[in-house]
């Protein structure tokens, strides 16, 4: 059985977050088991609540996993800068398991998740432990300090995330105009992914991307690999999402 591990903060509705997480992995093949590190009432247009779960009772969470023989993580929102440190202190414990960070730093409606402490943290603390991290434009462009406005600046970003202490680092260009261009740095060469744009609006397009590339990576796929396969079920999610609650959704083949 192959085992992959999401880390985040709930969503009431699965637009994101730790449930919308659970129906991708399910729907991967794989099964998927959870770390609780926050709790969020959002709906389609704005963040009503959050509050991030006690770090003993994180690490608590993550020492229930050890019976499970994790083959890959997934960490998506964190609240605070407490529940960063609690969650990269606790993957010290699961060495040489692959772990893709989606630092995600706001709600789909702009509502900020995290303070300047949480995005430091997750830079400088959580991205040296990661396989792989999976910013947006926005967000690489929040921890450099700067916008993001092409390709080269793209490049640059992702190359400079790197330096932080990431083995990889995904910079994700979906919000440029033209063809959807990924790009990719490892500190030894940046490769882009390119596809052509569909155009839609559906929600949790990030978790997916993430969540699809730590399935594959926990079944021995290589990180090319993994993020192929990841950028077709987006474009499968764009071409075929549904009405839900005020907005549109990955159908995950229910309804």
């Not at 490049?155 to 790009?183: F, P």
């Not at 596809?195 to 990576?217: E, F, N, Q, Y």
């Amino acid at each position: 059985m192959t085992v992959v591990a999401t880390v985040g903060t709930t969503h009431p509705l699965a637009f994101a977050g730790l449930a919308f997480a659970v129906l991708a992995l399910a729907h991967e093949g794989v099964r998927p088991v959870c770390v609780v590190a926050g709790v969020s009432a959002q709906d389609a247009l704005r963040v009503r609540a959050r509050v991030a779960i006690d770090p003993a009772v994180i690490r608590a969470q993550f020492d229930a996993l050890h019976d499970a023989a994790v083959d890959a993580f997934h960490v998506g929102a964190l609240l605070c800068a407490e529940s960063v440190h609690a969650v990269t202190a606790a993957l010290e414990d699961f060495a040489g398991v692959p772990i893709v960070v989606d630092p995600v730093l706001a709600a789909s409606g702009g509502d900020a998740l995290g303070d300047d402490a949480t995005r430091l943290a997750l830079r400088d603390a959580l991205f040296p432990r990661a396989t792989l991290v999976t910013p947006n434009l926005d967000e690489a462009g929040a921890f450099l300090g700067r916008t993001l406005g092409d390709v080269a600046a793209m490049r640059d970003a992702a190359n400079e995330l790197v330096a932080c202490g990431a083995q990889a680092v995904l910079v994700k260009g979906g919000h440029l105009a033209g063809d959807a261009i990924d790009v990719l740095a490892d500190g030894r060469t940046t490769r882009e992914f390119v596809s052509p744009r569909i155009d839609a609006d559906v929600r949790g397009t990030g978790d997916l991307l993430a969540t699809s590339i730590a399935a594959s990576l926990a079944r021995g796929a290589t990180l090319a690999e993994a993020i192929e396969h990841a950028r077709r079920r987006v474009r499968d999610a764009l071409a075929c999402g549904v009405p839900f609650a005020g907005t549109r959704v990955t159908p995950f083949g229910y309804g």
